[in-house]
């Protein structure tokens, strides 16, 4: 399959938005819309950010999560800096 054909077919579900960036720790704050768990694919989005990656690391007051549910607002390491009001996309295919 194409990678044109393979952008075509995936579906992006709007899951949250990014509230704070620690740039030392390369971690985003993301509250949370929807759903997320360790292993999902998701694309964080903005006017100079387009980053996707899968999620491999994530916390809740500092405690590691494997899933995380509507209204929390977790921490996720981020291979690129990232700027509160980036929105966070579920990417599926």
């Known amino acids: 399959m194409s990678i044109r054909r393979k952008l075509i ?6 899951i949250g938005k990014v ?9 985003a ?3 949370l819309d929807d759903d997320l768990e360790y292993g999902d694919r998701i694309s964080i989005e903005g006017a100079t950010t387009n980053i996707q990656q899968v999620v ?3 916390q809740i007051e500092h405690k590691t ?3 995380a549910r ?12 990232v700027r509160p ?7 599926e295919e």
Do not use: F, Q, W
Not at 22 to 27: D, H, I
Not at 85 to 91: L, Q, R
């Open 19 to 27: 509230t704070h960036y620690y740039g030392k720790l390369g971690v």
């Open 70 to 81: 509507r209204g929390d607002a977790i921490g996720l390491k981020v291979p690129d800096m």
């Open 29 to 31: 704050i993301i509250e």
């Open 56 to 58: 491999d690391s994530m």
């Open 9 to 14: 077919m995936e579906d992006k579900k709007l």
């Open 85 to 91: 009001g980036d929105v966070v996309y579920k990417v």
């Open 65 to 67: 999560v494997k899933t």
